[in-house]
């Protein structure tokens, strides 16, 4: 049986993201400075580091990172970009219907639910809400082909949690949690927004308009 560095080298090797919500003892060990040294010590071995980035207020989100980037490594992250970039429109617009229908003030973040069940039934009673379904469920990312909100809303979320940005902690309970990759994902926006320009904060006020990137 592996031990939690050994669980924890494995899953970043993987390209899991480790924060609180899925896997609080791989994150807990990650906080520990020494644990951190530890496997970064190890993983330096292999050209690759323990990467983070800010999540809430209760700590980071841990990753595997190149420590060099020679032409391989390139191509390796270069891909990686352009996956979430594909994924970008998707995603953002998804981020958006969800925050519009719970009327919340900010976007999820690690650790926030999200109830399948009351979301589906706001949508249901809303018509633009269902046009936003509709059209979001139809993207190729997700692949619904459901006329149903059911079927639609269903599918989008066991894509997202495929992906790694949604957990569901009880299989009985239709509660999902969003994980510490909805983080990064941020950051990659901001990235994104600041090199290139494009506004994606003010576009993403447009969302339900379809007027997104």
């Not at 990467?51 to 990686?80: H, P, S, T």
């Not at 990064?184 to 926006?189: H, P, R």
Request: charge should be negative; aromatic fraction near 8%.
């Amino acid at each position: 049986m592996l031990s939690t560095k050994g669980q924890v080298i494995e899953r970043l090797l993987k390209g899991d993201f480790i924060c609180r919500t899925t896997d609080e003892d791989g994150w807990r060990f990650l906080k520990n400075a020494a644990n951190r040294a530890q496997v970064d010590d190890y993983l330096a071995q292999l050209n690759r580091m323990v990467a983070q980035v800010g999540a809430n207020a209760d700590g980071e989100v841990f990753f595997c990172g190149y420590r060099q980037l020679g032409e391989d490594e390139r191509k390796v992250i270069g891909q990686q970009f352009r996956d979430i970039c594909n994924a970008l429109t998707p995603l953002v617009e998804w981020l958006v219907l969800v925050q519009e229908a719970g009327a919340q003030d900010a976007p999820l973040t690690e650790g926030t639910p999200v109830r399948l069940n009351e979301l589906q039934s706001i949508v249901e009673d809303t018509p633009a809400f269902r046009e936003q379904l509709a059209r979001i469920s139809h993207y190729r990312l997700f692949g619904s082909t459901s006329a149903s909100v059911d079927g639609q809303i269903k599918q989008v979320f066991k894509r997202l949690c495929e992906l790694g940005y949604l957990t569901r902690p009880n299989p009985d309970k239709q509660i999902y949690l969003a994980t510490g990759k909805l983080d990064y994902l941020y950051e990659v926006i901001r990235f994104i927004d600041e090199t290139e320009g494009l506004d994606l904060e003010g576009r993403a006020e447009s969302a339900s308009q379809g007027q997104l990137i």
